[in-house]
Every structure is written in structure tokens, then in C-alpha cells.
């Protein structure tokens, strides 16, 4: 069985989707027959501490890492 890859819904051959991946940017996913079992992203150069443009207007009113108060938690796991 040939392995085909789904990218936008279309079927194509593993040559043509990588070329496609590099210029678009989008990952791919990897089916065999038509179930998918693996999923390739694109390789990204970049400073790792730079922003993930992902994250662009995510906003943190407070500290992130700061312990909850016992009031935000459900009674039975105070």
C-alpha cells in the first residue's frame, strides 16, 4: 500500500506534499489507507526565546506560575 499524505483535505504523494509544506508552511498529516497516523509540522529557525507568534494578544493580568487561593478550587480538593 502506498503511503498518502492528506494536506487541505486533498491526497498527494509524499514528494509533492514536502514541497508544498516548504512554501506554505502548513503541517501535514500521514495516512495509511484512509486513517490517519502521524502528523509532520514544518521545521522552524528561530530565536526560542522570541514569542510564538501563536500566542500574539494572549494577555497575563497576573503571574502565571502564582499558587491559586482556596477559594478558586472545587470543595472536595481543598
Known amino acids: 500500500m502506498d503511503v498518502m499524505i492528506e494536506m487541505n483535505n486533498e491526497k498527494i504523494g509524499l ?5 508544498r509544506m516548504q512554501k506554505t508552511g502548513e503541517p501535514l498529516t500521514i495516512l495509511r489507507g484512509n486513517k490517519p497516523v502521524a502528523r509532520l509540522i514544518p521545521h522552524k529557525e528561530g530565536d526560542p526565546l522570541m514569542m ?17 487561593p482556596d477559594s478558586d478550587w472545587p470543595e472536595e480538593l481543598r
Open 15 to 19: 514528494a509533492d506534499c514536502i514541497d
Open 52 to 68: 510564538d507568534p501563536m500566542l500574539k494578544g494572549a494577555l497575563y493580568l497576573s503571574d502565571p506560575t502564582a499558587p491559586l
